[in-house]
């Protein structure tokens, strides 16, 4: 299945064109990563625990449809998972897409204004409330609390070499981009300066770091939308 989806959305060549070639980065292989991603994660997943009926009940009232939205992305190496938020859309969110016009530059979405957003879902976006359920892929490995965007297939298809590089790492829910303008930065190539950056400064306390400052981002609710 990992392969079959790694050579749909890429393929790889020969001659005078680059061919993939990951090199795992040290973070992977950190246990201390690895027991602050589990000890994170049982955290969050009691948090959720807690505050689930609620915010599914709300996600009822708000908006018909479902209370998760559920999507494939890219991750450690381009191996594909299934991620889980509480839905902050309207629910045939993907077929009004077309409507929406992309305010960001390069492979990635953004509108600031999004008519799909549900009144729930800006504030459970601008809280990160909406991303809870992901704790239950750090837990099982998918994903790291600090690491990179996951990417969707439509992202990944037109990758280059420099843009696979930001999957050297795990996922993460939290980052460089989240922490230095969240959804204020609009330009794909800047988010992947980001991501990489994260890879040649990181060390292992670099996650505690990085985890203190998206707490900070979260409470000011700088860049939210």
Request: aromatic letters at 12%; a positive charge; one cysteine or more.
């Amino acid at each position: 299945m990992y392969q079959a989806s790694i050579e749909s959305v890429f393929q790889t060549t020969t001659g005078n064109d680059w061919e993939l070639k990951f090199t795992p980065h040290p973070s992977v292989r950190s246990n201390f990563k690895r027991c602050l991603d589990i000890l994170g994660s049982l955290v969050g997943l009691l948090i959720l625990a807690i505050l689930f009926i609620p915010i599914a009940i709300a996600i009822k009232i708000d908006s018909p449809g479902a209370i998760f939205f559920i999507q494939e992305r890219y991750g450690f190496q381009g191996k594909p998972f299934r991620i889980r938020k509480f839905r902050s859309m309207v629910s045939n969110a993907e077929q009004l897409k077309s409507l929406v016009d992309n305010e960001a530059n390069g492979l990635i979405f953004k509108n600031k204004n999004d008519f799909r957003v549900t009144k729930l879902g800006r504030f459970l976006r601008s809280t990160s409330l909406d991303e809870l359920p992901q704790f239950w892929n750090i837990l099982i490995g998918e994903m790291s609390l600090v690491g990179t965007r996951p990417p969707t297939a439509d992202e990944v298809r037109n990758y280059n070499q420099r843009h696979w590089q930001r999957l050297n790492v795990k996922p993460g829910l939290t980052g460089e981009w989240q922490v230095n303008g969240r959804s204020q930065v609009k330009d794909f190539e800047e988010i992947v300066d980001l991501d990489l950056r994260y890879q040649s400064n990181w060390y292992p306390l670099y996650d505690l770091l990085l985890i203190g400052k998206t707490f900070s981002v979260i409470f000011n609710k700088v860049g939210a939308c």
